[in-house]
Nanobody, 121 residues
Framework: QVQLVESGGGSVQAGGSLRLSCGASGSIYGGACVGWLCQAPGKEREGVAAIDSDGIASYADSVKGRFTISRDNAKKTVYLEMNNLKPEDTAMYYC????????????????WGQGTQVTVS
């Protein structure tokens, strides 16, 4: 069964940090590009960051230099370290998997989790 389970969301003040975690089942972890989509109220879902099976990371322009994505293959877990958070980062964040970053960058995915809320005030 395909599963993506997120944790780590919450509320922080601007300039603060959060770390999101995503546990992925082996069937998708090994071959896919795994990462994060976000969706703010009234806005389209869009890609935040993703990392492929070779460990190559991709980021949306809006988070470059502030967010870092990484993966722990032993734990089949992907992490998103979010620093210098801004109010415009407020959104529901979904762990997602897709065949490639360009698809995720535009909000597409083959699998996604239930989401975790990030609120920056």
């Amino acid at each position: 069964q395909v599963q993506l389970v997120e944790s780590g969301g919450g509320s922080v003040q601007a300039g603060g940090s959060l770390r999101l975690s995503c546990g992925a089942s082996g069937s998708i972890y090994g071959g896919a590009c795994v990462g994060w989509l976000c969706q703010a109220p009234g806005k389209e879902r869009e890609g935040v960051a993703a990392i492929d099976s070779d460990g190559i990371a991709s980021y949306a322009d809006s988070v470059k230099g502030r967010f870092t994505i990484s993966r722990d293959n032993a734990k089949k877990t992907v992490y998103l370290e979010m620093n210098n958070l801004k109010p415009e980062d407020t959104a529901m964040y979904y762990c997602a998997a897709a065949s490639n970053w360009p698809r995720m960058e535009h909000g597409g995915a083959d699998y996604w989790g239930q989401g975790t809320q990030v609120t920056v005030s």
